[in-house]
């Protein structure tokens, strides 16, 4: 093991750089970067030229309709060249997304780890670290690697262990990258967007705590905190390594947040403790029981008056069968088993269930603020403009409600 470079081991402000990638190895992250844009836009449209043209067309014949929903797009496709060679390729690409940064993540494993280490230990910006050895990993989790990341979520080999945190972390600025040239730096994503559209939905809503369930590495998270600067942050996970690196990146931007290693199902928080609770991306990874133990939880920890937003993927309800059978994919082939079964919810009902008022619950798709102007992101704010259709991160669907 090499020696740490002692200002790495000590300078908080670069985690996420910490992991250093060759020449060789930054053009294989570009090349997966390129080849995923060439499948989740080139290959897509000739798919859905090929269901256009010919599956639909042959379904119709057997059936004398067009298919009713995307289970019976996904049976049509299953023999199409067009969807076999897509499904092929997109299955390689979220495998080469991994590969493609481990090799610098294994460099700087000491490094990375020392990183942690310190920020637990000096705490600059006053934030907390709580860890619980004992927890119970769900077996959402443990059961497979979720989207085909080595280790999941949750797995350590070494004290302050992190590996996965950076390999999420790397990996997911790979998966994007392509689709996000030309974007406002440091504008726009999920918590970017949601949370400008709060506050000018909500013009007197100033939240005092806001939690944010599933943080993995926080970068959804502190973008809330920059909305609203007065805020105490909170963060809730099940994986240790994520909590971790959160912690870390937190302390290095000078944020105040407190993470805590927890089942969102039931956490240690006393009830109202929270003005606002957010998730991004979280939800589909669990059971429908799990999520409806989820909502009575948030529902108990909201304050009155306090606000819930979760961005997620478009309900079944507001898809038509082919885009069902498109965003599904997940369900099928990326290790999400219950992708599917959650967006066939009624969200509204999962809201009421949980005790929110029905003329309270909304559903809605939001603009990414860094694809669109500051003057129209106001105006659809005020219901002035429609946002752009969903997918490529043009725009977000969230869903949620007041107390």
Request: charged share 25%.
């Amino acid at each position: 093991m090499a020696p740490l470079d002692n200002q790495t081991a000590t300078d908080l402000r670069s985690i996420d750089n910490v992991p250093q990638a060759t020449h060789d190895e930054t053009a294989r992250q570009g090349y997966v970067s390129m080849l995923r844009k060439h499948i989740m836009a080139d290959m897509a449209k000739d798919m859905r030229t090929s269901f256009d043209q010919s599956v639909q067309p042959g379904f119709k014949k057997a059936h004398g309709r067009a298919p009713k929903d995307g289970r019976e797009v996904r049976r049509a496709m299953l023999t199409d060249p067009h969807f076999r060679f897509y499904s092929s390729l997109r299955y390689n690409a979220q495998e080469l997304t991994w590969l493609s940064v481990q090799d610098s993540i294994e460099r700087a494993l000491p490094q990375l780890s020392e990183t942690a280490a310190v920020a637990a230990r000096e705490r600059p910006a006053g934030g907390t670290l709580r860890l619980n050895p004992n927890v119970e990993i769900p077996r959402a989790v443990s059961a497979l690697d979720i989207h085909l990341m080595p280790g999941c979520y949750h797995t350590e080999f070494m004290d302050n262990d992190v590996a996965v945190a950076s390999m999420y972390s790397q990996g997911t600025r790979v998966f994007g990258a392509v689709l996000r040239v030309g974007r406002p730096k440091n504008k726009g994503g999920v918590a970017d967007s949601i949370g400008h559209y709060l506050k000018l939905k909500y013009p007197n809503f100033k939240p005092k705590r806001i939690l944010d369930l599933g943080c993995t590495t926080g970068s959804n998270l502190l973008p809330y905190l920059d909305v609203f600067p007065e805020a105490e942050g909170y963060g809730v996970d099940i994986g240790a390594p994520l909590l971790r690196y959160a912690h870390a990146k937190a302390e290095s931007a000078g944020k105040c947040v407190h993470y805590s290693q927890q089942n969102a199902e039931r956490t240690d928080f006393p009830d109202g403790h929270f003005d606002l609770i957010v998730s991004s991306f979280f939800l589909h990874e669990l059971s429908v029981a799990s999520t409806r133990k989820i909502f009575k939880e948030i529902y108990r920890l909201l304050s009155p008056g306090g606000l819930m937003a979760h961005m997620e993927l478009p309900p079944a309800k507001a898809c038509d069968p082919y885009y069902n059978f498109y965003l599904d994919w997940d369900a099928f082939y990326n290790n999400e088993p219950h992708y599917a079964a959650f967006r066939a919810q009624d969200t509204h009902g999962l809201c009421v269930d949980a005790g929110f008022d029905p003329k309270k619950c909304d559903e809605i798709r939001i603009p990414d603020r860094g694809v669109v102007s500051d003057e129209y992101f106001a105006q659809f704010a005020q219901g002035k403009a429609v946002a752009p259709q969903h997918g490529n991160f043009a725009s977000w669907f969230i869903f949620g409600a007041l107390k």
